[in-house]
């Protein structure tokens, strides 16, 4: 095993510091290094955490940089090492010790922290999301009324608020709704809206850096807190706790919090206290929407964006998809753009083949045993495989593949999933999800085939 010297791994953090922001390749690169075994580049990293990220978020622009260094592909693998992990820990302690040398909280160039645009002003709001037009039914009206009572009257009415729902289903939307009415209506309140994985990238990065202090002040001192994709922080035990102790002092000091997850909060892999914390206020859930406010919330998108689209057609989206707002708002879109492109008026006949891939996904229940009988027969291969640990590639990708189809064709959560597939954890199955999406993006084969297996699932 030989050290990997320049230009390789140079070359590749090169490109990699090219493609990511400093804050991001700071945080996650700077404290690896790599080695060769045989023909296989080994990346080591300073803990499981960072090697579970960097596959889950960096791994495409990581195999390009390796790819583009070395001018051909490289196999390679991760390994978490103590030499990394005390690169990694050396850097932090260099900069608590140049903060005692100098009696202030002062460190090292290269891992100064600098609070993100993220967290200085929170995710930048899509003002188009408003109580407006948010389109209200027997699914959603009584997660509507919390949060507009919450927009109303920060930390006075429902605190803490926990919406909870399916993906695509307007969560985003009522978040984005509370923080722009209290921005709007109340100016001089500080609102910081963010997601899970911000909150996660922002703590980690003021642990390499030594400036907690900081991070724990410019989560605090706030008014109105919104945290998007609460289930993210599952398994994560740091920032949990960390989470754990912001909330306690946001809600001492009476500031309001708001958060959301695609699960109940019992049904959220987190410690006790942190979800007895969340049960504190008001839980609400949303639904699927019925065929009515399905109709209603393609009419309004239509006359928000100015769409010229049939009834006959909007009833057809409507019928046809049922359990993903977002997905249904994009068919819409879709069927408008075929028509204003090909200068053609829009049929029910046209629309119906422009969605031809998508019309019906969710007419037929389908259940998790089904979708993993048809993989394992596509993939020539056992279920019992399957649902296993066998890492063999093919086995991996048919694995990939069904909890991909699973969370397109099914409404299980992401936890159901992979409690199906022997257990594997939250992370596991978004890492796949992700790995599938990838492929699919750059390989038409692979398009035709998961195609074809979803056709066949649903038979």
Same mark, same amino acid.
């Given at each position: 095993?030989?050290?990997?010297k320049?230009?390789?791994? &140079?070359?590749?953090?090169?490109?990699?510091?090219s493609k990511?922001?400093a804050?991001?390749y700071?945080?996650?690169?700077?404290? !690896?290094? +790599?080695t060769w075994?045989?023909?296989?580049?080994?990346?080591?990293v300073?803990?499981?955490f960072i090697l579970?990220?960097?596959?889950?978020h960096?791994?495409?622009a990581?195999?390009?940089?390796?790819?583009?260094?070395?001018?051909?592909?490289?196999?390679?693998?991760f390994?978490?090492d103590?030499?990394?992990?005390k690169?990694?820990e050396d850097q932090?302690?260099?900069?608590h010790d140049?903060?005692?040398?100098?009696?202030?909280?002062?460190?090292p160039? @290269?891992i100064?922290y600098q609070?993100?645009?993220?967290?200085?002003?929170?995710?930048?709001?899509?003002q188009?999301?408003?109580?407006?037009n *948010?389109?209200?039914?027997?699914?959603?009206? *009584?997660?509507?009324a919390a949060?507009m009572?919450?927009?109303?009257?920060?930390s006075?009415s429902?605190n803490?608020?926990?919406?909870?729902?399916?993906?695509?289903?307007?969560?985003?939307h009522? $978040?984005?709704?509370i923080?722009?009415?209290?921005?709007?209506?109340?100016?001089?309140?500080?609102?910081?809206?963010?997601s899970?994985?911000?909150?996660l990238?922002?703590? =980690?990065?003021c642990?390499?850096?030594?400036?907690?202090?900081?991070? &724990?002040t410019g989560f605090?001192?706030?008014d109105?807190l919104?945290?998007?994709d609460?289930?993210?922080?599952?398994?994560k035990d740091?920032?949990?706790q960390e989470?754990y102790? !912001? *909330?306690?002092?946001?809600?001492?000091?009476?500031?309001?919090?708001v958060?959301?997850?695609?699960?109940?909060p019992r049904?959220i892999?987190v410690?006790d206290? $942190? &979800?007895?914390r969340?049960?504190?206020?008001l839980?609400v859930?949303?639904?699927?929407?019925d065929?009515?406010?399905?109709?209603?919330i393609?009419?309004?998108k239509c006359e928000?964006?100015?769409?010229? /689209?049939?009834?006959?057609v909007?009833l057809?989206?409507?019928?046809s998809?049922?359990?993903?707002?977002?997905?249904m708002?994009?068919?819409?879109?879709?069927?408008?753009?075929?028509?204003? $492109?090909?200068?053609?008026?829009?049929t029910?006949?046209? @629309?119906?083949?422009?969605?031809?891939d998508?019309l019906?996904?969710e007419?037929r =229940?389908?259940?998790?045993?089904?979708?993993?009988?048809?993989? +394992?027969a596509?993939?020539?291969?056992?279920?019992s495989?399957?649902?296993g640990r066998?890492? !063999?590639?093919?086995v991996v990708? @048919?694995?990939?593949v069904?909890?991909?189809?699973?969370?397109?064709l !099914?409404?299980?959560?992401?936890t159901?999933?992979?409690?199906?597939?022997g257990?594997?954890n939250?992370?596991?199955v978004?890492?796949a999800?992700?790995r599938?999406?990838?492929?699919?993006e750059k390989?038409?084969v692979f /398009?035709s085939?998961?195609?074809?297996?979803?056709? &066949?699932i649903k @038979?």
């Amino acid at each position: 095993m030989t050290l990997v010297k320049e230009p390789l791994w &140079r070359q590749t953090l090169d490109l990699l510091s090219s493609k990511l922001d400093a804050s991001s390749y700071d945080t996650w690169f700077s404290s !690896t290094s +790599a080695t060769w075994t045989e023909n296989t580049l080994v990346i080591h990293v300073p803990s499981q955490f960072i090697l579970e990220w960097i596959s889950m978020h960096y791994l495409p622009a990581l195999r390009e940089s390796i790819e583009k260094a070395a001018g051909k592909p490289v196999e390679f693998s991760f390994k978490v090492d103590e030499s990394s992990r005390k690169r990694w820990e050396d850097q932090i302690k260099k900069g608590h010790d140049a903060a005692l040398e100098t009696g202030t909280k002062a460190v090292p160039k @290269a891992i100064a922290y600098q609070p993100s645009a993220e967290i200085l002003k929170g995710i930048p709001l899509n003002q188009r999301y408003n109580f407006d037009n *948010f389109i209200i039914g027997n699914s959603n009206r *009584f997660a509507c009324a919390a949060s507009m009572a919450v927009g109303e009257s920060p930390s006075m009415s429902y605190n803490p608020l926990f919406i909870y729902g399916k993906v695509g289903l307007g969560k985003t939307h009522l $978040l984005h709704a509370i923080a722009n009415h209290i921005r709007r209506t109340q100016p001089e309140k500080r609102v910081l809206y963010v997601s899970s994985e911000i909150f996660l990238n922002e703590m =980690v990065r003021c642990l390499r850096s030594n400036r907690m202090d900081e991070f &724990r002040t410019g989560f605090r001192d706030i008014d109105v807190l919104l945290v998007d994709d609460i289930q993210f922080m599952e398994k994560k035990d740091s920032m949990q706790q960390e989470f754990y102790q !912001t *909330f306690n002092a946001l809600f001492e000091h009476s500031k309001q919090i708001v958060a959301s997850s695609d699960s109940h909060p019992r049904d959220i892999q987190v410690f006790d206290k $942190l &979800r007895s914390r969340f049960e504190w206020g008001l839980t609400v859930d949303i639904q699927s929407p019925d065929l009515e406010t399905r109709i209603a919330i393609l009419k309004k998108k239509c006359e928000l964006e100015g769409l010229m /689209v049939p009834n006959d057609v909007i009833l057809l989206i409507a019928e046809s998809m049922r359990n993903n707002i977002r997905d249904m708002e994009g068919s819409l879109t879709r069927v408008a753009a075929y028509a204003s $492109l090909t200068k053609q008026e829009l049929t029910l006949d046209q @629309a119906r083949q422009v969605l031809r891939d998508v019309l019906n996904i969710e007419t037929r =229940v389908v259940g998790i045993d089904r979708i993993q009988n048809e993989t +394992a027969a596509n993939y020539n291969i056992k279920v019992s495989e399957l649902r296993g640990r066998t890492r !063999t590639a093919n086995v991996v990708m @048919a694995r990939q593949v069904a909890m991909y189809i699973a969370r397109e064709l !099914t409404q299980a959560s992401l936890t159901e999933i992979g409690e199906s597939f022997g257990g594997k954890n939250h992370s596991t199955v978004i890492y796949a999800i992700e790995r599938v999406r990838e492929e699919m993006e750059k390989n038409g084969v692979f /398009v035709s085939q998961v195609d074809n297996l979803v056709r &066949r699932i649903k @038979a």
